[in-house]
């Protein structure tokens, strides 16, 4: 059985398909075989989805993506018939790319290349548009550049004129050349830059600064100024006998602190300024010196000062000149310093060859221009000598006027000769009508009345105080009277008699008036204003003020002027246009005290009557200080003269 | 005689003397004015004769330099009333009798 062969036949007729379909006819109403049987089998179907590029379709389409292929499928008409079927075969592989620009792409190469045909499930275009800024349309007109018109005449003679003076304007341009041109730069300099030469900007502020300063100053210490100028003490009405001393000012200054006011001297001039000079009354401690000049503006600082090695022990100011200024050092030398100079040193100096003193310069004094009208000062000093230094063409020449020899004491020389000793002076002071007249007190405690024209001759001798004389001052209006002020505590007010009887003269003399001030007195002043006021400064830092004219026997103020105990007072000086006096102490500070209106009376004049001139008032002033001393003066025993 | 003679012989002098250029007016900044000077000068010597020439080398020069219409009038004897741009002017004699007037005004 198993080699049994079976034949099959395999056709490609489909074994499912019906061999026999019978279908009715409508034709020929009867059921009718039909002879072929459909053999087709279909496995698999599923519906494309490709269109004949030239279908209504696809042209559709086409149209839709916005591909114009007219022009190009007339030209490829030909070629694509024969291409068509490899083309649809090639389409349905790289259908799902969509690649079909590039198949026609790569037949022509020369062409445009075509849009992509994008994959419409999965694409998506990008695409960024920057801004476009707007255009604007701008428009402008400029301004034509300026214009103006000259006009002039062309002649030869202008020609000619114009030559000759451009010629003699260089003529003259050659000769001032230098200067002119040195000017020029000046003024340009200064118009363009307001500076002085070689300064720095600092300095060109330096009188506005000053200004400022004293503007600040003002406002701080306004109280004190409205007080120096209006404030009167009331209660001196009720007072009848008494006055006070309003502190105004205190002026210190650090390089001063350790040094004593040795002298004070207001300026003739301006009578806001006031020199100090400053130094040591300590023999033991001798150290450098200060000449300091203040301002009641500016009681903060000093407006100038001079520092020297030496102690100052003196000053004074000159009349005329108030920037020249003597000063005498403890040292012995003299010096003379001038404000206006810049320099810190003094113009001149007097040096041991050239009449130095040998002990301290206590008072220096200004006098008159002499004959050649050179300037002169006096300068007495405690090795006895009373010096005449003049200024001659810029030199200090010096002359002795008077030794102060003391004839009843000699010295035992080294050989047992009989040295005469020379007296010490203190202090002195000029008559100020008689010019040639003078006083000079020394340490021995006596006043010399002396003259210009004895050398060695005093006119007249006085034991006045039992210790050294410190001040001794004529009677600003009175000729005859002064006062002296020493340390044993006294001050004593003579009167200068006439006729002197030499015998009667050396012991006998006694003083109009004395006080005691129960402390070493070291300075006493007149009043400018009043003959009968005076005032006296004591080492126990109080201040005295009398007025003879109303007490004769007390003081009409006695304060206490000094801030510290054990400040002594060494000086006062009263200002000659204000009522005020500056007090000078030991610690090198200077106050500024207004005398209540007690203590600066003066004679009331009637009403009514003509304004007084200052003549009649000196001698009312005199006639006033006579009364009184006509209460005093002694009976006639000696010979005296009113 | 010999003294007039003298002053003539003085006069002739200081007028052959004063040939330099002189500026007689000018509206121009310093560094304009100078080379303009100096370019009428080199002109005038150049052409002594001719004055049109002299003008027309100032004026091409100054054109090329600085730029737009400038205007140059050389003689001895006339007068003028032009409108110039401020800043562009320059009146000036030179050699004794020429006066050169140079301007600009497009």
Redesign the interface.
């Given at each position: 059985e198993l080699k049994v062969e079976y034949t099959r036949i395999l056709t490609a007729n489909n074994p499912h398909a019906p061999q026999n379909i019978v279908r009715y006819s409508f034709k020929e109403r009867q059921y009718k075989q039909i002879p072929s049987v459909d053999q087709l089998a279909i496995h698999f179907m599923i519906d494309g989805n490709l269109l004949h590029k030239e279908s209504e379709e696809a042209k559709k389409q086409f149209a839709r993506m916005g591909i114009t292929e007219i022009q190009e499928e007339e030209k490829r008409e030909p070629s694509e018939r024969g291409d068509e079927a490899d083309e649809g075969a090639q389409e349905a592989d790289t259908k799902e790319e969509g690649e079909e620009g590039e198949t026609k792409g790569t037949t022509r190469k020369g062409r445009k290349k075509e849009k992509k045909l994008t994959n419409q499930f999965n694409f998506s275009e990008r695409a960024a548009q920057t801004y476009n800024n707007p255009f604007r349309d701008r428009g402008t007109v400029t301004e034509p550049?300026?214009?103006?018109?000259?006009?002039?005449?062309?002649?030869?003679w202008e020609?000619?004129d114009?030559?000759?003076e451009?010629?003699e304007k260089q003529e003259k341009s050659k000769e001032k050349k230098v200067t002119s041109s040195r000017k020029d730069e000046g003024k340009a300099r200064k118009k363009f830059v307001a500076t002085e030469p070689g300064s720095d900007d600092i300095s060109r502020m330096e009188a506005s600064v000053k200004i400022v300063e004293r503007m600040v100053n003002q406002n701080t210490y306004d109280d004190i100024a409205q007080d120096f100028k209006y404030w009167e003490d009331i209660s001196d009405d009720f007072r009848d006998q008494e006055g006070t001393l309003l502190p105004l000012w205190k002026f210190t200054f650090e390089k001063a602190k350790k040094l004593a006011v040795t002298s004070l001297c207001w300026n003739p001039k301006y009578t806001d300024l006031f020199a100090v000079s400053c130094g040591s009354y300590d023999f033991m401690k001798q150290g450098s010196g200060l000449i300091i000049l203040w301002t009641l503006k500016n009681p903060s600082y000093p407006e100038c000062y001079f520092e020297t090695d030496s102690g100052v022990m003196c000053l004074d100011i000159h009349h005329q000149h108030p920037h020249w200024i003597c000063a005498g050092y403890y040292d012995g030398s003299v010096a003379l310093f001038s404000v206006l100079d810049k320099r810190d040193e003094p113009v001149h100096r007097s040096t041991p060859k050239n009449g130095k003193h040998t002990d301290p310069v206590w008072q220096v004094r200004w006098q008159k221009d002499d004959a050649d009208n050179n300037k002169n000062f006096y300068s007495i000093s405690s090795d006895g000598r009373i010096c005449l230094w003049t200024i001659l063409k810029n030199e200090l020449i010096f002359q002795d006027v008077i030794r102060l020899s003391l004839p009843d004491m000699t010295a035992e020389g080294p050989d047992g000769i009989k040295v005469p000793t020379t007296g010490c002076g203190t202090t002195f002071d000029f008559h100020q009508h008689k010019d040639y007249l003078f006083l000079v007190g020394t340490e021995e405690g006596k006043v010399h009345i002396c003259s210009k024209a004895y050398t060695s001759h005093f006119i007249d001798t006085i034991d006045a105080h039992t210790m050294a004389v410190y001040k001794v001052c004529w009677n600003k209006f009175h000729p005859k009277i002064f006062i002296t002020c020493s340390a044993d505590w006294t001050v004593k007010i003579w009167e200068m008699t006439d006729k002197m009887d030499k015998h009667v003269a050396g012991s006998n003399r006694k003083p109009l008036f004395s006080f005691d001030l129960n402390n070493s007195v070291g300075d006493v002043a007149w009043a400018p204003y009043s003959s009968t006021v005076f005032a006296a400064v004591t080492s126990d830092g109080k201040a005295f003020v009398y007025d003879l004219n109303v007490n004769k026997y007390e003081p009409l103020c006695e304060q206490m002027v000094a801030q510290k105990k054990k400040t002594k007072l060494t000086h006062v000086e009263f200002n000659p246009s204000s009522p005020t006096v500056i007090v000078g102490d030991d610690r090198g500070s200077v106050v500024d005290l207004k005398l209540s209106p007690n203590l600066r009376k003066m004679k009331a004049e009637k009403k009514g009557a003509p304004p007084v001139d200052e003549a009649t008032k000196i001698q009312r002033e005199i006639e006033k200080l006579d009364r009184i001393l006509l209460m005093v003066r002694e009976q006639p025993t000696e010979i005296t003269t009113n | 005689m010999a003294e007039v003679a003298e002053e003539k012989k003085a006069d002739a002098d200081?007028?052959r003397?004063?040939t330099y250029p002189?500026i007689?007016?000018s509206?121009m900044i310093d560094e304009m004015k100078n080379e303009a000077m100096e370019l009428c000068v080199t002109a005038c010597e150049k052409f002594a004769a001719n004055n049109e020439s002299a003008a027309k080398m100032i004026k091409e020069t100054m054109d090329k330099k600085f730029g737009a219409s400038w205007h140059a009038v050389i003689?001895?004897?006339?007068?003028?009333?032009?409108?110039?741009?401020?800043k562009n002017?320059l009146?000036m004699?030179f050699g004794?009798?020429?006066?050169i007037?140079l301007?600009k005004?497009?």
């Open positions: 550049p300026p214009r103006a018109t000259f006009a002039a005449n062309v002649t030869q020609i000619y114009a030559y000759q451009d010629f | 200081s007028k003397v004063h002189l007689r007016h509206d003689g001895e004897g006339y007068g003028f009333e032009i409108t110039h741009e401020v002017l009146y004699f004794g009798n020429m006066a007037i301007w005004c497009s």
